[in-house]
Each structure stands twice: as C-alpha cells, then as structure tokens.
C-alpha cells in the first residue's frame, strides 16, 4: 500500500473517495472488488478521527428494538454475520448482559422478550443469507444469577437480567488498514495526508469532475480527476464540500460563474446534520467475561424505556472500554475541544451507575473521543442520528458526479458503501456486482499489530515497516493507530522515545520536529498516568 501521489494525477478514475475511516475504506475496497478504478484520499491518517473513536462494538441490533425499528435490527444482525465470516481474525463473537430493574417494560420477562426476538430475528436473517452459525441462544437470569455474573451491580430493585450474543471489532484501526491493503491489492489507489481542498466542475458547474488537492507532506497542490466523487468525509462531509465549493475555468480560461441554486443553500440542506461528540473511556480494570449494560442517570431515546441512558463496559484486550456518552457540540469548528471536566464528569456519571467500580481519572488509560453525526430535529442534548444517509447530489441537488455518505455505525459500514457504489456504477454504466458480502479480508502481515513481545531493534522495524507499507509518517500514527499498546499502557515512554528516534533518523527530523510531533500525543486521549510519565521522560 505505497502512498504514491503522482499516481493521483495524470488519469482520470472512475471514482475518487474522499475520507479514510471506516466508511471511506469500505467504499474504496468495494469499488474495487467491483473492477472500477479508484483512489481514495484522507487528509491526516486513516481511521484517525470518528473510526478510531469507537467503542470496538459490531452490534447485532437489539438496541433498534428498543426503538421500535425492525429493518435496522435485520440490517445489523445481516451486516454483523458478514463481518464475523470474512474477518474473523478482526472479529469476534462477544457476549452482553443487561441487568433488569423493576417489572413491567423494565422487567426480565419484557427484556427476555426482546433477546427471543432478537434470536428470531437473527435466526431467519442469517437463514435468508444462506448461513446458519450455531450461536448459544440469549439467557434469562434471575438476580442472583446476574450477581454471580456481575457481582458488582446495584441489588436495589434488581429483578434478573438478560443475556445475548454480538460482536465486537477487536482491532478497529488494523481492520481500516486491511480494508486499504485490500482495495491496494486490487488496483485502489490510497494516500493518507492528501486534503481536498475543493470540488472541480464542468464550465457550466452542473458536474463534478473531481477535486482540487494538496499534499499535506510535500507541500504539493494538484488535480484529482474523476468521474464521480464519494463524499465520505465524516464530520467534515457537510464542511468542505459546502465551503470549499471551486468552479473551475474552462479550455478558453472563461471561468464559469457559479448558479445559486447549486451552492451553498442547497447542499447545505441536502447535507444538513448536526454534530455530536462521543466519548469512550478506556479504563485499567480487568476485563470481565462479558460486556455489562448499566443504566445512567440521563434520559435514553429508546421509545421502550426512556427513564435512563446505558452504558456498556466492555472487556478489550484485556482492560475496560465504557461507553458511550454524548454531547451535542455547538462550536464552529469541526475540530475537537477537549473542555475541562468532561472526563471527570463521566467518571462521576459512570460511577453513580455502576458503584462497584469505583473508578478513579487517574484509572482512565485513554479518552476515545470523536464527532458524530447528530439529529438536528431532536432537541435533547446529544442525541446522535440512528440511520446513516447515502445522498445522491444529481437526484437532490441536480449537481452529477457527486454522492455523499453520512455514517454513523461502524457495524453498517460496508452496507452502507455497497449502496454508494450501487448508485455510482449505475451512473457510470460501469462495475459489477457487490463482492464485499462474501470476499474475505486478508490479514496482511505488514500490518502487524503488536509490539510487547518486541526487542528494540524489532520495534525499530515494526516502526519503519508501517511507513513503508502502511503510510505511517508521524507518531500517532504509529502509537495510537498502528499499535494498542501505548493506549493500552503497556508501552513504556522509553519505547516511545525509540519510536521517536527511529522516526526522526528516517524523516531527518530537527529537534523542533520532535517536540511538535510528542506535543501532538500529549494534546490526544492519554490518560494522566501515561502523560505524566511521557512529560517526565522527556523533560529529563
């Protein structure tokens, strides 16, 4: 996977992807598979915003029951079997339990009853899609069952719980990276670090026939031309496309003028979304056997039961994902603020829910935090969007050659991208059938993922392998995205000083370079432990 920029130019693709999470990848790994050619493009690292941010979760779909909405839950538990078959070296079954509160809707016998629709549903789902895997059917157990599972939860009012199998993504960035290889493999072309700084048109501005780009390393500004460009920016799909909007001139060096039916107004209606940020926070406790549903003090959307908001603690890797909260982010920019308190305050929340964990901010290893689409119509503070959008600009917008993805699962993803490229190839008459369903993900040796076992100067080359095969070129990449392990607060800060070096000896850092580069890692999630001891490593 050679980031080769002059590979960008000089041809026109089929497809020009812009954004490099989840979503961008799995569009990218499709047109390919597909024989479509494409190039993606991500203006930092790949998977280093909203889909680094995640709580490692593919849902099965039982929390859409709550909400009443049963094409979403058969969508899910379809799109969750997918990924169990063709990653399931990324992948893996993980059980949930939620413990029940009273009688009545909140009562084991009404929750008992959403898991054995949830089995239903999942059993004919996977029946459909010519798979029957012999999963252990969902539970129901009494209160003191669910004490012996969970021996720290909250006995008042405790009635028994319930049971059921999903799944969880265990290696979220390695699975973006394999995506990338793949579509690689297949003729993709894929460079991180190049921003799209705006659209190019036909002299009449009716067609979009591809961007205007800058490589952010070299300095270097170009043209991508394609046919059609998917819009697969994130929190950034509204922004750049609705502000950056360049009409470009035509061979006689006429520029054409832009028509006001086509700018600003109405893209921003068709892209219109609000914004939410989420917060996950990965905790130095041990892993339970299964993840445990907890009930905050804040009001849930469910339409089943509104009375209190859930969180999840999650076994990962051997420590605890807990999540997810949300606030609505009201500030102007796209960038995330890191407001004082936001993280003791979820300690608190999470603790008034789940006391027996006594969580301390000194226990947080790391802040997943990202920006989320948000339902602008609902007036509750952080409440996300629960279906993801493909918009096709020629049927909204009357502008052709763009289409634009609002996602918002990473469980959906692939679903979500085959509906994209399905409307791109029927406008260019081009491309075959969805292969994404049945092609397995290879796992690529070069992105290999861990780094404890390693002496020194095997971890200089797991370090110099990911900039050669992976396009690792700062250190985030390597620390938070090509490995767990400073995340997880098993790299020591002299290992991160050898990254360091190793990086700064291959890039011909200056020490100035090397600062800016560790006061980028000291600006992201890190816990206090694992900051302070970076801060005293390096001010030694």
């Known amino acids: ?94 059980r949930f339990m939620m413990p029940c509160y009273g009688w009545m809707m909140r009562g084991p016998v009404a929750t008992a009853l959403g898991v054995v629709l949830f089995e239903i549903l ?27 599972l969970a021996p720290g939860l909250d006995t008042r009012k405790l009635t028994g719980a319930a049971s059921w199998l999903d799944a969880q993504v265990s290696l979220a960035d390695k699975a973006v990276l394999q995506m990338l290889e793949h579509a690689s493999e297949n003729h993709a072309v894929v460079a991180n670090y190049v921003r799209a700084d705006a659209l190019s048109f036909t002299a009449d501005g009716r067609r979009v026939t591809g961007v205007t780009a800058t490589d952010t390393i070299a300095g270097k500004n170009f043209d991508i031309a394609a046919r059609l460009v998917i819009n697969a920016a994130g929190p950034w799909a509204n922004h750049w496309v609705n502000t950056r909007i360049a009409h470009r001139g035509d061979e006689s060096g006429n520029t054409a003028l832009a028509d006001s039916r086509l700018s600003d107004s109405r893209l921003t209606d068709s892209l219109r979304v609000g914004l939410v940020k989420s917060m996950n926070l990965l905790i130095d406790a041990p892993a339970a056997d299964m993840a445990i549903g907890v009930k905050s003090r804040l009001q849930s959307d469910s339409k089943v039961d509104a009375a209190n908001r859930l969180y999840f603690a999650i076994p990962w890797l051997g420590k605890t994902l807990i999540g997810t909260t949300h606030y609505t982010h009201r500030a102007d920019s796209r960038e995330l603020e890191n407001l004082p308190g936001e993280v003791d305050a979820f300690v608190d929340e999470f603790n ?72 791109a190839s029927a406008h260019l008459n081009a491309g075959g059938a969805c292969l994404t369903r049945t092609t397995p993900i ?9 780094t404890e076992s390693l002496n020194d100067e095997q971890l200089r080359q797991f370090v110099l392998s990911h900039v050669q095969h992976t396009q690792a070129f700062k250190l985030d990449d390597i620390v938070l995205r090509r490995t767990n392990d400073l995340v997880l607060g098993t790299m020591t800060s002299q290992r991160v000083r050898l990254v360091i070096d190793t990086l700064a000896t291959h890039f011909s850092w200056s020490m100035s370079d090397q600062r800016e580069q560790l006061d980028s890692l000291l600006a992201s999630g890190l816990g206090p432990r694992t900051r302070a001891a970076l801060i005293a490593e390096f001010t030694e």
Not at 22 to 39: E, I, N
Not at 443 to 450: I, L, M, R, S
Request: charged letters at 20%; proline letters at 4%; hydrophobic letters at 40%.
């Open 1 to 94: 996977m050679k980031r080769d920029i002059d590979a960008l130019g000089g041809r026109q693709f089929d497809v020009l992807v812009v954004g490099g999470g989840v979503h961008g990848a799995c569009v990218v790994r499709d047109a390919a598979l597909r024989g479509l050619s494409v190039a993606l493009i991500e203006q930092c690292d790949y998977s280093s915003a909203t889909s680094h941010n995640s709580l490692k979760t593919i849902h099965g779909g039982i929390r859409y029951l709550q909400h009443l909405n049963i094409k979403r839950a058969v969508e899910s538990i379809r799109e969750q079997d997918v990924l169990l078959r063709i990653a399931p070296h990324l992948v893996q079954p993980l």
């Open 122 to 148: 999942g059993f004919f789902t996977r029946l459909a899609g010519g798979h029957l895997p012999r999963w252990p059917a969902g539970s129901v157990h009494s209160a003191s069952g669910a004490l012996a």
């Open 352 to 423: 008034a829910a789940y006391p027996a964990m006594n969580l301390f901010p000194d226990d947080v290893l790391y802040c997943y935090q990202g920006l989320t689409p948000g339902d602008d119509a609902v007036d509750a503070d952080g409440a996300k969007l629960h279906h993801s959008k493909v918009i096709d600009h020629q049927l909204v917008d009357k502008l052709a050659g763009l289409i634009s993805i609002i996602g918002i699962k990473w469980t959906t993803a692939r679903r979500v991208a085959e509906h994209a490229v399905d409307i």
């Open 442 to 450: 290879p796992d690529y040796p070069a992105t290999a993922h861990h």
